[in-house]
């Protein structure tokens, strides 16, 4: 599979935008970042044989702001972030590092309640923080405190997953409802003036990639947690990656009538907000209602749906068909409608 | 061996000093940061043994001022100083991540000048940059750029370096001159009227660290690289650690004229100043000649010397003897003469 023509980054400062997971920061990664690095897999968890043992290594840094919102925190996320990314990979996540950047005068209060956040999420993620390192910059050259978690996971023998393997037939699955994450954020910073009841989904969702190997691990094709940049974006990457398309059966993805409504009034796209506790697979179609149930019957996966189908074209295309025998095409994140959202 | 009783950490605001590598990070890191993440090895790289393989594991934030200085940059100090943690741990470096934190407004030719900088230094010491994560914040909320790197390394089964196994009569081995790295950016700043022919010491230190397990391995004790908070404040941890004393030779510690001329006029004892290419090695004294010698013989090694020796008493002491029969206690780093050092 001969990979597109790498695009060619001609930005001369950096802004919001490259940060925001869709296509800046893909144009970032994928026109400066990689070809400096040599490496095809900034997006992913690296896979490594090592003495022997087939091991999966991630990093992500966490800038999210405010710190605390209705369901979380950012010590949180940093654990549940990096066991996602390990998830998704097929590993069993192991073991965490932290490494935080302080601001001079931030109240130990914050911090303490951030280190209590990141030991009680590895806890319920049953993985440990084996080490870290703490640095401090002068009072305005930071917001509060940033951290970059990095962990290591052990990849499970049973699957072996890469676009590549991604066939016309495949189903979508989706665990759960979307957007929740990314409106609670940008409600929490309370520059809006709207309210809704509604939190992060942050969580780890290993127990569900578990049972989903279990139940369907032949089928397992490919997985993504669809972070920044949300749904949409996750799905375009792999359209792009496959050549092929994704048909999305729009009426199916599972959304709260919260984020739904937020999303027309600020006119934003449900399939282009973040999560943090979701995370799409795309499963042979012998394998596809095994896999949504073994799914749903964890706790916290009732909401799990088959949103979707891999068909041969228009290749690269995401669409999504709306049930009125009309289409629309489901593009990248464009822009940056949510600066620091993780 | 009873480590003594932790320090608790009394302080209600985060200062610069608690990153300095100091009193005051070590009260930050035993008194808050690893009660809560019931975590005993936060200076030093994790060991993990995976699938069967016996792992190091470790990761370090950079928040160096200026980004550039002679003889290195950020870039080049976030990929040896990961390299370097793995190494004194005894473990071959294989492969990195770096996430990177972007101030908006960063001009990409400094971006993509320490991305330069990441891939060549990583080249050099034989590693693989295999992944990352880049997140944006508001221009002011950083400074330039921050990059967190970590890395594993597959453990060297012919050593088992502990402080546990360190006897009196041990030799200490130190691998060059000291203090280059923190002067060379104290005076980078130019804040001060003075200026200096020297430059950083960074570098990958695995080669001498590879030469010195070859030669000496069954008397290889303990090795640590002595950045922030220099030689001092690392021989302190592991006579505190050891509750034996180390004797150092002072008069045999190399310290490059520049460095030396510095220090007097700043008032900064050179064993305070961080290093980051040098690395200290505690080794049994029968196979203490043989692993200078291997030391040395490794380009850039000609400069290694044994500075001092494992004592009984007084425990927890390090102590310069200094050739006049007379004698002063050496003491970890206390405040902050040089915050953002790496």
Same mark, same amino acid.
């Given at each position: ?209 578990? *049972?989903?190997? #279990?139940?369907? !691990?032949?089928? @397992?094709?490919?997985? =993504?947690? $669809?972070? &920044?940049?949300? %749904?949409?974006? /996750?799905?375009?990457?792999? *359209?792009?990656? #496959?050549?092929? !398309?994704?048909? @999305?059966?729009?009426? =199916?993805? $599972?959304? &709260?009538?919260? %984020?739904?409504? /937020? ?26 209602? /095994? ?52």
């Amino acid at each position: 599979m001969t990979k597109p023509p790498l695009i060619r980054f001609k930005d001369s400062q950096i802004e919001l935008a490259h940060g925001a997971g869709g296509k800046a920061s893909r144009r970032l990664v994928e026109g400066l970042i990689a070809p400096i690095l040599g490496n095809p897999s900034l997006d992913d968890a690296a896979l490594l044989s090592l003495g022997g043992a087939g091991l999966a290594f991630t990093a992500d840094s966490f800038v999210v702001k405010p710190l605390r919102f209705p369901g979380g925190s950012i010590g949180e996320l940093a654990v549940n972030g990096t066991v996602n990314d390990l998830a998704v990979s097929g590993a069993q996540p192991v073991a965490l590092l932290s490494t935080l950047i302080l601001e001079a005068g931030l109240s130990v209060q914050v911090l303490q309640a951030e280190l209590e956040a990141i030991q009680q999420a590895a806890q319920t993620a049953g993985v440990q923080v084996v080490g870290g390192d703490t640095k401090v910059v002068e009072h305005g050259k930071a917001d509060g405190l940033y951290i970059s978690t990095s962990g290591v996971g052990l990849l499970d023998l049973r699957v072996r997953l890469s676009a590549a393997s991604v066939r016309p037939g495949d189903q979508v699955l989706l665990s759960g409802p979307i957007g929740d994450h990314g409106i609670t954020i940008l409600l929490a910073r309370g520059e809006l003036d709207l309210e809704a009841d509604l939190k992060s989904d942050t969580r780890s969702v290993w127990p569900f990639v578990q *049972a989903l190997i #279990t139940a369907a !691990a032949p089928g @397992l094709r490919w997985m =993504r947690d $669809p972070t &920044r940049g949300g %749904v949409a974006t /996750a799905l375009n990457e792999l *359209a792009r990656d #496959t050549r092929l !398309a994704i048909r @999305l059966l729009e009426e =199916r993805v $599972p959304i &709260r009538d919260e %984020v739904r409504g /937020a999303c027309e009034i600020l006119g934003l796209d449900p399939l282009h907000i973040a999560n943090e506790g979701q995370f799409l697979a795309i499963v042979a179609p012998e394998y596809a209602e /095994a896999a949504l149930e073994a799914v749903q019957a964890v706790p916290g996966g009732a909401e799990a749906r088959l949103v979707g189908e891999v068909v041969e074209s228009p290749a690269g295309v995401v669409y999504s068909a709306t049930g009125y025998s009309s289409s629309r095409v489901v593009d990248m994140l464009v822009g940056d409608p949510l600066p620091r959202i993780c």
